[in-house]
């Protein structure tokens, strides 16, 4: 049985002009016991009402939810947040300013009638739990406390009473670079000691891919994908998937043949065609089709003979063209490299050789497997 069922849920809601707004639409989802799944998506995609409805903090238009097998949600039926066995932590950390960090935790462990002989006890279990054992932080107010800080409290006062679901909307967006990236390992490891099933909300794909078991993809208040992070990189079904998993080139397409696996497609640019054959899912008729291609998945080598324009084989496996360098970005550790192939398509290529130049000749080389084709917008 999951530990959450979402079925068809919507979230509509009227504006301030009077119309009528659909935050989230026909939803579907359901998370593992023990899992940590994450809600991925621009702001204003219905991540955040997502995770609220699941809460008991917002009423739902239509669909229903379901917590470890109980309904808690319904167009006519909304159990309150208490009665939910859920924790929630905010992306704005929400701790009670005129209470100390050791107050924070001992007051919600007092709202979700913990037992009192051992509360004390378990106040220190849950602040060593995140780090914040000794040092006498637990006697400091909010004030007192750094943001990292505020948010291990605010972290450690919702795994506090042993929730049998935590919510997490954007718990990290406040904390800089660095201190977000020890945050995401602090919290993998937390969870992975207590054991308790997680929904997290994030726009940072990155973030998402380094903590999540399984990710939704939303936009528009809709799930455009879902799936582990590797397949959701590797096989976006969408456009918008390709671009916000990550960097792709994409092109607009004119399919030519398919078979279960591969096809045969033409990239169109003024009066250039450009012949490549792609992979694809077989989930769709791939009308409007769209080529994808990771900057990564691009292979580059020095060839001075290459003529401009010109093509050096297309086989069932390969594209092989002749390209020229048209810009240079270093960033450290990869190259970004714009190269032109054909008379005027141009693909960016993230490489790990930095001595190439602007203005040479390549050979470029695509895998079948690495050029994916898919359904366009409709």
Same mark, same amino acid.
């Given at each position: 049985?999951?530990? &959450?069922?979402?079925?068809? #849920?919507?979230?509509?809601?009227?504006?301030?002009?009077?119309?009528?707004?659909?935050?989230?639409?026909? #939803?579907?989802?359901?998370?593992?016991?023990?899992?940590?799944?994450?809600?991925?998506?621009?702001?204003?995609?219905?991540? +955040? @009402?997502?995770?609220?409805?699941?809460?008991?903090?917002?009423?739902?238009?239509?669909?229903?939810?379901?917590?470890?097998?109980?309904?808690?949600?319904?167009?006519?039926?909304?159990?309150?947040?208490?009665?939910?066995?859920?924790?929630?932590?905010?992306?704005?950390?929400?701790?009670?300013?005129?209470? +100390?960090?050791?107050?924070? /935790?001992?007051?919600?462990?007092?709202?979700?009638?913990?037992?009192?002989?051992?509360?004390? =006890?378990?106040?220190?279990?849950?602040?060593?739990?995140?780090?914040? !054992?000794?040092? *006498?932080?637990?006697?400091?107010?909010?004030?007192?406390?750094?943001?990292?800080?505020?948010?291990?409290?605010?972290?450690?006062?919702?795994?506090?009473?042993?929730?049998?679901?935590?919510?997490?909307?954007?718990?990290?967006? *406040? $904390?800089?670079?660095?201190?977000?990236?020890?945050?995401?390992?602090?919290? $993998?490891?937390?969870?992975?000691?207590?054991?308790?099933?997680? %929904?997290?909300? +994030?726009?940072?794909?990155?973030?998402?891919?380094?903590?999540?078991?399984?990710?939704?993809?939303?936009?528009?208040?809709?799930?455009?994908?879902?799936?582990?992070?590797?397949?959701?990189? =590797?096989?976006?079904?969408?456009?918008?998937?390709?671009?916000? /998993?990550?960097?792709?080139?994409?092109?607009? !397409?004119?399919? &030519?043949?398919?078979?279960?696996?591969? !096809?045969? !497609?033409?990239? +169109?640019?003024? =009066?250039?065609? $450009? =012949?490549?054959?792609?992979?694809?899912?077989?989930?769709?008729?791939?009308?409007?089709?769209?080529?994808?291609?990771?900057?990564?998945?691009?292979?580059?080598?020095?060839?001075?003979?290459?003529?401009?324009?010109?093509?050096? *084989?297309?086989?069932?496996?390969?594209?092989?063209?002749?390209?020229? /360098?048209?810009?240079?970005?270093?960033?450290?550790?990869?190259?970004?490299?714009?190269?032109?192939?054909?008379? *005027?398509? @141009?693909?960016?290529?993230?490489?790990?050789?930095?001595?190439?130049?602007?203005?040479?000749?390549?050979? %470029? @080389? /695509?895998?079948?497997?690495?050029?994916?084709?898919?359904?366009?917008?409709?």
């Amino acid at each position: 049985m999951p530990a &959450v069922e979402v079925k068809k #849920l919507t979230k509509r809601f009227v504006s301030g002009g009077g119309s009528v707004v659909d935050a989230v639409k026909n #939803l579907n989802f359901s998370v593992n016991e023990g899992e940590l799944f994450t809600l991925l998506g621009p702001s204003g995609c219905g991540k +955040t @009402t997502t995770l609220r409805a699941l809460a008991g903090f917002e009423d739902i238009t239509e669909g229903q939810i379901k917590l470890f097998g109980d309904v808690v949600s319904t167009s006519d039926l909304n159990v309150p947040p208490e009665r939910r066995g859920i924790g929630f932590v905010f992306q704005s950390y929400a701790v009670w300013p005129h209470m +100390t960090a050791r107050e924070n /935790i001992l007051y919600a462990l007092k709202n979700q009638d913990y037992p009192k002989d051992r509360r004390e =006890d378990r106040v220190q279990e849950a602040l060593s739990l995140v780090g914040l !054992a000794g040092g *006498n932080v637990e006697d400091r107010y909010p004030s007192e406390l750094s943001g990292g800080q505020q948010q291990r409290v605010a972290f450690a006062r919702a795994i506090s009473y042993e929730p049998k679901l935590l919510l997490m909307d954007e718990p990290l967006s *406040n $904390l800089d670079f660095q201190l977000r990236k020890r945050m995401r390992q602090s919290i $993998l490891d937390i969870l992975d000691e207590i054991k308790v099933t997680t %929904v997290y909300v +994030t726009h940072d794909q990155e973030e998402a891919f380094e903590i999540s078991d399984d990710i939704c993809v939303m936009k528009d208040g809709v799930k455009m994908q879902q799936g582990d992070p590797e397949a959701l990189y =590797d096989s976006p079904n969408s456009p918008f998937v390709a671009n916000f /998993i990550g960097e792709a080139n994409v092109f607009n !397409a004119e399919l &030519v043949s398919k078979t279960k696996k591969s !096809a045969n !497609a033409t990239i +169109t640019k003024g =009066d250039q065609k $450009l =012949d490549m054959v792609c992979r694809h899912e077989g989930k769709s008729d791939l009308k409007n089709p769209v080529i994808v291609i990771r900057p990564e998945r691009i292979h580059i080598e020095v060839a001075s003979k290459a003529g401009k324009g010109s093509k050096y *084989n297309k086989t069932s496996e390969t594209n092989e063209y002749a390209g020229k /360098i048209t810009h240079k970005i270093f960033r450290g550790a990869s190259v970004y490299y714009d190269v032109t192939i054909g008379d *005027n398509t @141009t693909v960016q290529v993230r490489s790990t050789q930095s001595k190439l130049k602007v203005g040479q000749n390549l050979k %470029v @080389t /695509i895998a079948k497997q690495d050029a994916l084709i898919v359904q366009g917008a409709s």
